[in-house]
């Protein structure tokens, strides 16, 4: 059976291949879903969905700050030699900076990773990109073992772990044609969200959300709102069946380029804070 890891690292590859100009960052991230991969596999997600479920019928589904880090810390001592491995220099000399430290300290940013949960402006701290990676797939892993029901929440943070949106997607449904979901940022739980409704300030005003498309990249796009200043990237499953969309995502930055000259902030960056 596929892992949503190897899922994710086949479409890097073959997105390799027809994007040079995101070469660099789609190669790193093949790398990268390999050490995640190798995260969640060590991960009980079952057992600990029960540690940190929340009461039946409260909202987010699980409580993040009740992840027993203490129980990662040899996954996280690996994790680091693997990004160590792999990353460019500033990668690596953040890397080597955590595993210098006692199992204790090297903890310390994951649990102020976890206190900062939700936040959108969480993304200046200096080991922010190490403790995002790592967290992704033990939060994933809860949320997969989660039996979830239908539900009628259309909030703007994620059901399953009060996560932002990361991106929002678009396809047709046997219920609703170009229904558009958001996708968390952390745990890639789906939730059904308005059409024409910023994810972040909840702005209706059609003249005050615009979209930037790009005719190479036809399937993915910026929906910008000028009221807050905010955007999220778009894929458009109707026009790319094949596409991953927080992959397709990676693959262009360009998008994100044009969207920091028009002031936008995306209402919360990737894990490779683009």
């Known amino acids: 059976m596929e892992t949503l890891w190897r899922i994710r690292r086949a479409r890097a590859v073959h997105l390799l291949g027809e994007n040079p100009h995101a ?3 789609l190669d790193f991230y093949v790398g990268l879903t390999e050490a995640q991969e190798r995260v969640a596999y060590n991960v009980p997600a079952v057992d600990w969905l029960e540690l940190v479920r929340a009461s039946e019928g409260d909202f987010p589904w699980f409580q993040v700050r009740k992840i027993p880090l203490d129980e990662l ?12 491995a792999i ?10 900076a955590l595993l210098s430290r006692d199992d204790s300290d090297r903890r310390e940013p994951l ?42 929440w259309t909030g703007n943070v994620c059901l399953a772990c009060g996560g932002l949106p990361q991106l929002a997607v678009i396809r047709d449904l046997p219920d609703a044609v170009g229904a558009r979901n958001l996708t968390c940022s952390m745990c890639a739980t789906e939730w059904r969200f308005r ?3 910023c ?13 930037h498309t790009a005719e190479s990249i036809a399937h993915v796009r910026v929906d910008a709102c000028t009221s807050c200043s905010r955007y999220i990237t778009t ?16 693959a262009t930055v360009e998008l994100d380029l044009w969207a920091r000259e028009q002031g936008l902030t995306k209402i919360r960056a990737n894990v490779l804070g683009l």
């Open 23 to 25: 070469e660099e960052i």
């Open 73 to 84: 810390a040899d996954s996280f001592r690996d994790f680091l030699s693997e990004i160590e």
């Open 87 to 96: 990353g460019t220099e500033t990668l690596k000399d953040g890397a080597q």
């Open 111 to 152: 649990w102020a990773a976890l206190e900062a949960w939700g936040k959108a402006n969480n993304e200046d701290d200096d080991y922010h990109f190490y403790t995002r990676a790592f967290l992704e797939p033990v939060v994933t892993s809860i949320a997969q073992a989660h039996s979830s029901q239908p539900t009628t």
């Open 195 to 197: 059409r024409l409704t």
């Open 199 to 211: 994810p972040y300030c909840g702005e209706t005003d059609a003249a005050k959300l615009p979209v």
């Open 235 to 250: 894929v458009d499953l109707r026009k790319r069946g094949d596409a991953i969309p927080l992959v397709d995502a990676l």
